[in-house]
C-alpha cells in the first residue's frame, strides 16, 4: 500500500504547492486588494492593489495607474509588497527541490536520504511561503476593518471594502501549507521498492521449490 498512496501523496502535495504559487504570484499583481464604491457615482468601481490604483466605469473599462512612489504607500501595503516577493521566491524554490525529491524521478534513486532531506526542506519551503502570502493579505484585511469601523471618520467619506485579491490570497496560502504537509508526510511514510519486491517473491519462490524437492519420494 505505501508503494502506491507515497507516490499519490507526493503528486497530491505538488499539485497543491504549485497551485498555491501561481495564486501567490496572480495576488501580487492583481490591482483588487482594495474596493471603493462610490455612492455618488455609483457607475464606478475604484481599487487598489500593491502597484497601482484603478477605476472601473462600466461604459469605459478600466484605467490603471502605477504609484508613483514606495515610500508614499501606506505601512502595510510597502511591507505586504516584499511579503509577497518573498513568498514567490521561496515557492519557486520549493518546487524545485521538491521535484528533485520526488520518488518518480529516477535521478538519484540510490540516494534517498538526500532526495527525503530535499523533500523535506521542499515543504518547509512551502510552508514559509504559505505563511508569508497569508500574513499581508491578512494585514491589509485588518486595516480595512478597522478603517471601515473607525468612529473618526465622518459617515460621508466613502470606506474600503475588501478585494477578490484578498481572497485569492488566502486560498493560496492554503494550498501551499496543505501541499508542505502532504509532501513532509510522505517522509514518514515507509518506502517499498520494486526491486525489494521482487527480490522478496523469488525468494518465496526458492522455498517453494526447496519443500517441493524435499517432500518428492
Known amino acids: 500500500m505505501a508503494l502506491v498512496y507515497r507516490p499519490m501523496m507526493q503528486l497530491s502535495g505538488m499539485l497543491f504547492s504549485l497551485l498555491g504559487w501561481v495564486l501567490s504570484c496572480l495576488t501580487t499583481y492583481l490591482p483588487q486588494w482594495k474596493n471603493l464604491n462610490l455612492e455618488l457615482?455609483?457607475?464606478?468601481?475604484?481599487?487598489?492593489?500593491?502597484?497601482?490604483?484603478?477605476?472601473?466605469?462600466?461604459?469605459?473599462?478600466?484605467?490603471?495607474?502605477?504609484?508613483?512612489?514606495?515610500?508614499?504607500?501606506?505601512?502595510?501595503?510597502?511591507?505586504?509588497?516584499?511579503?509577497?516577493?518573498?513568498?514567490?521566491?521561496?515557492?519557486?524554490?520549493?518546487?524545485?527541490?521538491?521535484?528533485?525529491?520526488?520518488?518518480?524521478?529516477?535521478?538519484?534513486?540510490?540516494?534517498?536520504?538526500?532526495?527525503?532531506?530535499?523533500?523535506?526542506?521542499?515543504?518547509?519551503l512551502f510552508w514559509i511561503s504559505g505563511i508569508t502570502a497569508i500574513v499581508p493579505v491578512s494585514w491589509v484585511a485588518h486595516s480595512t476593518v478597522q478603517e471601515f469601523w473607525d468612529e473618526n471618520i465622518p459617515d460621508i467619506v466613502p470606506r474600503w471594502d475588501f478585494g477578490e485579491a484578498l481572497f485569492v490570497g488566502w486560498l493560496a496560502g492554503f494550498c501551499l501549507i496543505l501541499g508542505g504537509s502532504l509532501l513532509n508526510c510522505t517522509i514518514c511514510s515507509t518506502e517499498i521498492h520494486p526491486s525489494s519486491v521482487r527480490y522478496a517473491a523469488a525468494e518465496r519462490q526458492d522455498r517453494c521449490q526447496h519443500l517441493e524437492t524435499e517432500t518428492r519420494p
Open 41 to 124: 457615482n455609483e457607475l464606478e468601481i475604484w481599487t487598489m492593489g500593491l502597484w497601482q490604483a484603478c477605476v472601473v466605469q462600466e461604459e469605459g473599462g478600466m484605467q490603471c495607474k502605477d504609484f508613483d512612489s514606495f515610500l508614499a504607500l501606506p505601512p502595510e501595503l510597502r511591507i505586504s509588497r516584499i511579503l509577497m516577493f518573498f513568498s514567490n521566491g521561496s515557492g519557486l524554490l520549493g518546487l524545485f527541490l521538491s521535484g528533485f525529491g520526488l520518488d518518480c524521478l529516477k535521478i538519484g534513486e540510490r540516494q534517498q536520504e538526500q532526495k527525503k532531506r530535499l523533500l523535506l526542506f521542499g515543504g518547509m
